[in-house]
Every structure is written in C-alpha cells, then in structure tokens.
Nanobody
Framework: QVQLVESGGGLVQAGDSLRLSCAAS????????MAWFRQAPGKEREFVAA????????KYADSVKGRFTISRDNTKNTVYLQVNSLQPEDTAVYYC????????????????????WGQGTQVTVSS
C-alpha cells in the first residue's frame, strides 16, 4: 500500500502561483511514476502532469505546458507541481497519484495507469 497526502492548494488571484506537494509513504520503493490530475466541478478528472521516479522523465497536458512544472525529491518521496500564471479555468481539486506498474510513456496520462490516489487539494483562482 502507498499513502499519498497532498498540500499547497488555496485561494489565489489570476496570475498568481502555487506549489503543490504530494508526500508518499508506505511501499514507496515500488513507485514507478507519479502524476497530478485535476477535477473541476461537473467535469471529468483530467491529466495534468507526470514524472517517472527513477529518471525524471516528464509528460504534460497541452493545456499546462509552459505554466506548470512537475518535479520530485526522491529523498523525501515527494512530488511537486509548480503552477504559475494561474487562471480561473485552473480551478479544480488537484489529485496526486502513483503507479507501481510500468506503463508506456503514452499511457502516463491515463487514469487507469495509476494504482493509488490522494484525497486532493483544492485550488481556486479568482478573476
């Protein structure tokens, strides 16, 4: 089992930045990749960014490229999401996830690739 705890969300204004964190505990040695998804009210949960644990390969949704940066600290078993130039359409609950499988790069953006999920952290962007 892997436990994930997200933090760093909040209420910000358009143009502001936040740094989301996700701390993993439990059977972290088997983690292959971690990712962030988000879910806005009334919408499906969508992929934001992913990073492989060993070599730091990243993947981003087109909608966040250039504004969001995913990174990880292996010593702390923590993944981060730096979110810049926030817009009201970025308002959502942001979820951290991890997979112990080895999905192909193209599959890192699929919800079904991930075994474990955190409870989420709310990001609200006012205009």
């Amino acid at each position: 089992q892997v436990q994930l705890v997200e933090s760093g969300g909040g209420l910000v204004q358009a143009g502001d930045s936040l740094r989301l964190s996700c701390a993993a505990s439990g059977r972290t040695f088997s983690n292959y990749a971690m990712a962030w998804f988000r879910q806005a009210p009334g919408k499906e949960r969508e992929f934001v960014a992913a990073i492989t644990w060993s070599n730091g390969i990243t993947k981003y949704a087109d909608s966040v490229k250039g504004r969001f940066t995913i990174s990880r600290d292996n010593t702390k078993n923590t993944v981060y999401l730096q979110v810049n130039s926030l817009q009201p359409e970025d308002t959502a609950v942001y979820y951290c996830s991890v997979t112990s499988n080895r999905p192909a790069y193209e599959s890192l953006s699929r919800r079904t690739a991930y075994n474990y999920w955190g409870q989420g952290t709310q990001v609200t962007v006012s205009s």
